[in-house]
T-cell receptor, first 116, second 112 residues
Framework: DGGITQSPKYLFRKEGQNVTLSCEQNLNHDAMYWYRQDPGQGLRLIYYSQIVNDFQKGDIAEGYSVSREKKESFPLTVTSAQKNPTAFYLC???????????????FGDGTRLSIL | AQRVTQPEKLLSVFKGAPVELKCNYSYSGSPELFWYVQYSRQRLQLLLRHISRESIKGFTADLNKGETSFHLKKPFAQEEDSAMYYCALKADRGSTLGRLYFGRGTQLTVWP
């Protein structure tokens, strides 16, 4: 069954700790994205990657880091530098360019991160 | 700079009433516009896109380049339409190719 899998569904972190959120896709999509969803603020882009071993900062990258070592995986690390990490995090993927430009992004179920 | 504006944070209508969720955008290129929907306890999913000019679940949206708008409309709202709706613009060029710019979302509630 094709799709995007985010894990874990819920994550708790103590202050000062780094945590890593997993995102895996088996859609063979080139591009992957991480968003943060807060009430009243919609979806804000953290990082995105259009190709393996390359990624770009989004609008709110401070306090976050990513890697793209494999096409199907795009983990997000929330570092201790992120001052307000409690949020709902969404991962997405899509194809790029040509006819696939008009294809939408596919989203995972999300991970809810809370600070203890 | 590219921007997507959804002026209504909350919108309530009664079942059977028409509903219109507003979306305005600013972008210098030729964007692709989408409406995404998130029902309670479900993942964010595509509702419709301007290129396909289709009607999904009774919803339609027409791209008006003159007014830079992409409003979502349904003539008769149903209770199951209650959800969070996001308007999104997809960039068509350069390093931002493919990334989506989302509005802040409109929470639609349809009362029985």
């Amino acid at each position: 069954d094709g799709g995007i899998t985010q894990s874990p569904k819920y994550l708790f972190r103590k202050e000062g700790q780094n945590v890593t959120l997993s995102c895996e896709q088996n859609l063979n999509h080139d591009a992957m994205y991480w968003y943060r969803q807060d009430p009243g603020q919609g979806l804000r882009l953290i990082y995105y990657s259009q190709i393996v071993n390359d990624f770009q900062k989004g609008d709110i990258a401070e306090g976050y880091s990513v890697s793209r070592e494999k096409k199907e995986s795009f983990p997000l690390t929330v570092t201790s530098a992120q001052k307000n990490p409690t949020a709902f995090y969404l991962c997405a993927s899509s194809n790029l360019g040509g006819a696939s430009f008009y294809q939408p992004q596919h989203f995972g179920d999300g991970t809810r991160l809370s600070i203890l | 700079a590219q921007r997507v504006t959804q002026p209504e944070k909350l919108l309530s209508v009664f079942k059977g009433a028409p509903v219109e969720l507003k979306c305005n955008y600013s972008y210098s290129g030729s964007p692709e516009l989408f409406w995404y929907v998130q029902y309670s306890r479900q993942r964010l999913q595509l509702l419709l896109r301007h290129i396909s000019r289709e009607s999904i679940k009774g919803f339609t949206a027409d791209l008006n380049k003159g007014e830079t708008s992409f409003h979502l409309k349904k003539p008769f709202a149903q209770e199951e339409d209650s959800a969070m709706y996001y308007c999104a613009l997809k960039a068509d060029r350069g390093s931002t190719l493919g990334r989506l710019y989302f509005g802040r979302g409109t929470q639609l509630t349809v009362w029985p």
